[in-house]
């Protein structure tokens, strides 16, 4: 079985540019997490999809930043423009629904804005 | 409003040391409890997890962690650790009102032979 598949694995990109992040979940997982952790710091929450809605996007940083989950397949995460604080390792996660099952993580996309 | 609060920001221990990791969350409901390591190059994986039932569960590598319901606690412990250990050590509770997975700041834990 497929785990969690992100992509790029890494990412370099100037100031002012778009990137998008692409996150393919374990196949029929509802619960699809993003985070991201800065310069070694907190696994910071950003956003959770159940199937293609947003459950609870109250960590995402500002409204440069857009996730998608259509169809409740695979889900993207654009940064429109980055700034340099964007950087850092931003992790997907996918889970069944209900309690009582666990998270799988992708290995994550690196992103670096310079 | 669902947080989690780990003590220990860096540990450092020899060989055979025995080991704790201190770990609160505050969250008024229901909790799924979960322990994910990350070695140096690796992807979070699955340490440990506590769904119901017993307080004490035990994980891969030799962890265990006890749920303490009335101190809102789930540490993290092993006997004696391996210089394989050296990793980050997050805690992580789960609403079950919500399914909301969140994470403590993480313990850098670093084993010297």
């Known amino acids: 079985e497929a785990g969690v598949t992100q992509f790029p694995s890494h990412s370099v990109i100037e100031k002012g540019q778009t990137v998008t992040l692409r996150c393919d979940p374990i196949?029929?997982?509802?619960?699809l997490y993003w985070y991201r952790r800065v310069m070694g710091k907190e696994i910071k929450f950003l956003l959770h999809f159940v199937k293609e809605s947003k459950q609870d996007e109250s960590g995402m940083p500002n409204n440069r930043f857009l996730a998608e989950r259509t169809g409740g397949t695979y889900s993207t995460l654009k940064v429109q423009p980055a700034e340099l604080e964007d950087s850092g390792v931003y992790f997907c996660?996918?889970?069944?629904?209900?309690?009582?099952?666990?998270?799988?993580f992708g290995q994550g996309t690196r992103l670096t804005v310079v | 409003a669902q947080s989690v609060s780990q003590h220990n920001h860096h540990v450092i221990l020899s060989e055979a040391a025995s080991l704790e990791l201190g770990c609160n969350y505050s969250y008024g409901g229901t909790v799924n409890l979960f322990w994910y390591v990350q070695y140096p190059g690796q992807h979070l994986q699955l340490l440990l997890k506590y769904f119901s039932g017993d307080p004490l569960v035990k994980g891969i590598k030799g962890f265990e962690a006890e749920f303490i319901k009335s101190k809102f606690s789930f540490n993290l412990r092993k006997p004696s650790v391996q210089w394989s250990d050296t990793a980050e050590y997050f805690c992580a509770p789960r609403s079950y009102n919500t399914d909301k997975l969140i994470f403590g700041t993480g313990t850098r834990l670093q084993v010297f032979p």
């Open positions: 196949s029929g997982h509802d619960n």
């Open positions: 996660a996918s889970s069944p629904r209900g309690m009582n099952t666990e998270a799988f």
